[in-house]
């Protein structure tokens, strides 16, 4: 049986202003340490270990890993980071407040901008964005907005080429990215539709186990952690983009 653990990474300094990240380069909140460095408490518990480290290009994430790995006395582990991981970029949105935004275009429209798979929200005017003149973006065709169907376009060949292959080699592996990248990953396993992935939120700094067959296929996926916990931090996600 073949495994991955991937985790979202704990709270940001964004997350706790309830600000558009995507690609903004936030770090996390002393919440967000307290997080992953109880993640990595509770993997090591149940008996996990990693011997191959994936995460994204932003410290956020970066960070968790590297507090999962310390509390699980793993920071000889190999760390690959890759820009196909980061969250999916928001656009203009990115920065905006995202409780103003709804009180502005209303709930529906912030809605259709955050889970709806094939609407990104507005995109950067081109040559607005630093990011492309970001050494760690070199040479990449960086975005200037995506919805989830651009990210998944991303992640999955990551998925196929690189993380499936490490995996069935035997490695064990933990993933740490972000809300969206892994719900394009959890799309895909799981075969959830382009409609009901909407409905989907990923909490903060909790480790998400799936179990394959010999073939890939998934079997099991579940969240460590308490279970009543992990639904109340899921739904305070999904209502982050509400107007107060
Ligand atoms: O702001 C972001 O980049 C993401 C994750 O924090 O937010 P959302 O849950 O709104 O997609």
């Known amino acids: 049986m073949y495994k991955l653990v991937m985790i979202r990474h704990g709270q940001s300094a964004w997350n706790l202003e309830n600000r558009f990240s995507g690609w903004a380069d936030v770090d996390l909140s002393e919440q967000g340490v307290a997080e992953a460095r109880e993640a ?13 480290a994936h995460t994204s290009y932003l410290k956020r994430a970066v960070r968790t890993l590297w507090h999962v790995q310390d509390a699980m006395d793993l920071m000889w582990v190999p760390v690959v980071t890759d820009w196909r991981l980061n969250e999916r970029h928001y656009g203009a949105l990115t920065g905006l407040n995202k409780a103003e935004t709804a009180a502005k275009y209303g709930n529906e429209q912030v809605h259709v901008w955050r889970r ?3 609407t ?20 990449i065709d960086v975005p200037l907005t995506e919805c989830l169907k651009d990210t998944v376009a991303r992640v999955l060949p990551y998925w196929h080429d690189v993380l499936a292959p490490a995996i069935r080699a035997g490695h064990n592996v933990l993933m740490a ?8 990953l959890v799309k895909y396993f ?9 409905e989907l939120n990923i909490p903060n700094g909790i480790p998400l186990v799936y179990e394959f067959d010999a073939d890939m296929k998934p079997v099991k996926h579940y969240y460590l952690g308490d279970q009543a916990e992990i639904e109340a931090k899921m739904a305070a996600v999904a209502n982050q983009g509400k107007a107060k």
């Not at 990595?40 to 191959?52: I, M, Y």
């Not at 990104?120 to 040479?139: H, I, M, N, Q, V």
């Not at 799981?190 to 992935?197: E, K, M, P, R, T």
């Open 120 to 139: 990104p929200p507005p995109a950067l005017e081109a040559g607005t964005t630093s990011f492309a003149d970001d050494d760690r973006y070199k040479g």
């Open 190 to 198: 799981d075969g959830i539709s382009d409609d009901d992935i909407a």
């Open 40 to 52: 990595g408490r509770l993997l090591k518990e149940a008996g996990f270990t990693f011997n191959l």
């Open 177 to 184: 990215a972000h809300g969206n990248s892994m719900r394009a």
């Open 116 to 118: 709806s798979y094939d």
